[in-house]
């Protein structure tokens, strides 16, 4: 039997997962799970990535402890967010979070010197104020001397236990600064930040070797003999892996604190209309291209929980919302105001009595509220990918934490009107996983991959509606539904 171990970390946790395969079944066991999120430090939203190290290293000691001698190890994480390390590898200060308000307003003075059209037909990638483009714009003129790599966290992970610094490209293109023509760092680009290209590492392909465990970090941490494999580091790059999807007619939703909504490509779609809707072509495992829109996911829910003291699960929040009537108003939850404001709760009842809508109180109405737009936030894109792609979509996988959540899978399906395949709920592990087992040779292609994880495991099915059978709704509930010609 061979181990594999997927370091998993996301906005608010991170897992070290032990994987094995055995008798046709991968067999996932979390070891370790430990808390993450930023705080205001140093006048800044700031990771702590030195925590993060720690407990990834505290995860890898419990592996060895359950005595795997040996093992690989993918990682992946959140995009974007970058680690400066100085000539002695030295982190320079703790990564600033995409969430901080540095980059407010910093993507016109970029436009100002580089046109925003130039931008997309050189990296294809959609315009976010948090793209590192925008953080370095405005980083720290003397961090940045300073530095000696700028790696994205998890290259700077993956430098911490090997020594070796790459830049695994599903994370970097995430960046706008990779040229979709030319597969490397754009001259143009990193002149616009006078920033030299031997800062930024060398770019490696999913499933490559990174390399061994440092000796000395092995024996400090009495850890098992290990290899670092590039997964596909960006954790939806790692969910997209993990679709067991087996015809090509499909879209996928990873859904987790955003939602990436997308399709799977062979080449890029830089094209007027692509640019006009600000998708992205963010570069996936395996020369591919996830054609996506990044739009809000869980991340509403999760403060309207952190707001409420966390007194209900998930599970018990959406019973409450099952209660409550859908589509009772229209809240475009991407507005700016729902990034990361100081009370969800608040700004979401603001915005619905300045437009006239039904407010809603109750946590069930609350958490309703957002299900039911994300839905028709999810049925919006639907019909966008299809016009951009010149695809008649059958079906939408759904992967990712917000898999689970069967209130918000059912709406979606009676919104787009097609069948939702809900799960796994661990795509982005299953995805790291995959990767490793594939650079091993268990399996031949991605293809062979998305099969095997097609036959093993079990999906949960949603089949449409029919909205206009629902004679119950009211005309304002009726209007929302219209307006989206729904």
Known sequence: MTYHVAVDIGASSGRVILASKENNQLKLDEVHRFKNGFTFKGGHD????????????????????????????????????????DANGDLLAEPVAYRDARTDGIMEQVFARIPKQTIYDKTGIQFLNFNTLY???????????????????????????????????????????????????????????????????????????????????????DLPQAQVIAVATHDTGSAVVGVPATSDNYAYISSGTWSLIGVENTVPLTGSDAFEANYTNEWGAYQTYRFLKNITGMWTVQEIARMTDYQYSFAEMAEQAFQVEP????????????????????????????????????????????????????????????????????????????????????????IIGKEVVAGPGEATAIGNVLVQL????????LAEARAWLDDNMAFETFTPQELADRDHLESYQRAVLKDFDI
């Open 327 to 414: 589509f009772l108003q229209y809240v475009d939850l991407n507005d700016d105001r729902f990034t990361n404001p100081a009370n969800m709760i608040e700004e979401i009842q603001a915005y619905c009595r300045e437009r006239g809508a039904v407010v809603p109180e109750t946590l069930g109405e609350l958490v309703m509220c957002v299900y039911s737009n994300l839905a028709l936030a999810y049925g919006h894109e639907w019909k966008r990918l299809e016009k951009l792609t010149g695809k008649a979509l059958d079906c939408l996988h759904i992967v990712g934490g917000g898999s689970n959540v069967s209130l918000l899978n059912q709406l979606t399906a009676d």
């Open 46 to 85: 700031r990771w702590n990535v030195t925590t993060l190290v720690e407990e990834i290293l505290q995860g890898l000691h419990k592996v060895k402890a359950l005595g795997v001698e040996n093992c690989t190890i993918g990682i992946d994480t959140w995009a974007v967010d970058y680690c400066l390390i």
């Open 135 to 221: 953080q370095l714009y405005v980083e720290d003129k003397e961090l940045l001397a300073q530095a000696d790599k700028i790696l994205l966290v998890p290259d700077y992970i993956a430098y911490r236990l090997t020594g070796k610094a790459f830049g695994e490209v599903t994370n970097v293109s995430t960046t706008q600064f990779l040229n979709i023509h030319t597969r490397d760092y754009d001259a143009d680009l990193l002149a616009l930040l006078d920033i030299p290209r031997s800062k930024f590492p060398d770019l490696i392909e999913t499933g490559e070797v990174v390399g061994e465990l440092l000796p000395e970090v092995r024996e400090a941490y």
């Open 438 to 445: 594939i650079a091993l040779g268990d399996f031949a292609s």
